[in-house]
Nanobody, 127 residues
Framework: QVQLVESGGGLVQVGGSLRVSCAASGRTFSRLNMAWFRQAPGKEREFVGHVVWSGDTYYADSVMGRFTISRDNAKNTVDLQMNSLKPEDTAVYYC?????????????????????WGQGAQVTVSS
């Protein structure tokens, strides 16, 4: 199993920017599909975006054009850069990993397809 540790996040005003990072260990990072999910208070965890082993990225409609996911295979890290933040972006952000490289893009949006999770990083956007 992969060990994931998030860092970053915090408190920002509407329209501001934050970055959350995730460091992975325990498996060959370049052979992992990585994703970001978030969970707001009282709501279910939802898909934010993912970066597959090849580097291609995919995003939820709600964050398209504002959030950017990038991976650094040399550092075993994946970052989530969040710009133009809105109050509805307030949530705990989780990184997730799967070593199954044959999952479809549709399946990679599903929580149950990931078997390793970080502890989460709080992001709060104040209005």
């Amino acid at each position: 199993q992969v060990q994931l540790v998030e860092s970053g996040g915090g408190l920002v005003q509407v329209g501001g920017s934050l970055r959350v990072s995730c460091a992975a260990s325990g498996r060959t990072f370049s052979r992992l599909n990585m994703a970001w999910f978030r969970q707001a208070p009282g709501k279910e965890r939802e898909f934010v975006g993912h970066v597959v082993w090849s580097g291609d990225t995919y995003y939820a409609d709600s964050v398209m054009g504002r959030f950017t996911i990038s991976r650094d295979n040399a550092k075993n890290t994946v970052d989530l850069q969040m710009n133009s933040l809105k109050p509805e972006d307030t949530a705990v952000y989780y990184c997730a990993a799967t070593d199954d490289l044959w999952k479809s893009l549709a399946r990679l949006r599903v929580i149950e397809e990931y078997d390793s999770w970080g502890q989460g990083a709080q992001v709060t956007v104040s209005s």
